[in-house]
């Protein structure tokens, strides 16, 4: 079982910046991909950017050009740099990962950090 631990998450004004970040615990399995997720009350759970381990990135439409992902494949962790936050980015945001395991890679695990709140001030 693999945990993620997020930190990182708070209160700013418009305008701010937040940097997110989340490690993951030792696993024998392979990382796939690394990412943020994140969830407003009554709305889906929705990808903001991940990383894949091979080095590619991909972005939600609305955070390109503000936010910027970065990961450590070595060292399991994922960060999130947040720029020019906007009250529409307040969220309750999630870490994930997806791991392989090496000898059945077509088989993926998928994990879930606690979450973290940011909340962004007009």
């Known amino acids: 079982q693999v945990q993620l631990v997020e930190s990182g998450g708070g209160v700013v004004q418009a305008g701010g910046s937040l940097r997110l970040s989340c490690a993951a615990s030792?696993?024998?399995?392979?990382?796939?991909?690394m990412g943020w997720y994140r969830q407003v009350p009554g709305k889906q759970r929705e990808l903001v950017a991940r990383?894949?381990?091979?080095?590619?990135?991909e972005y939600k439409d609305s955070v390109k050009g503000r936010f910027t992902i970065s990961g450590d494949n070595a060292k399991k962790t994922v960060a999130l740099q947040m720029n020019s936050l906007k009250p529409e980015d307040t969220a309750a945001y999630y870490c994930?990962?997806?791991?392989?395991?090496?000898?059945?890679?077509?088989?993926?695990?998928?994990?879930w950090g606690q979450g973290t709140q940011v909340t962004v001030s007009s």
């Open positions: 994930n990962a997806v791991y392989y395991n090496p000898k059945a890679p077509l088989v993926r695990y998928t994990y």
């Open positions: 030792e696993s024998a399995l392979s990382i796939y991909a």
């Open positions: 990383i894949i381990s091979s080095g590619g990135t």
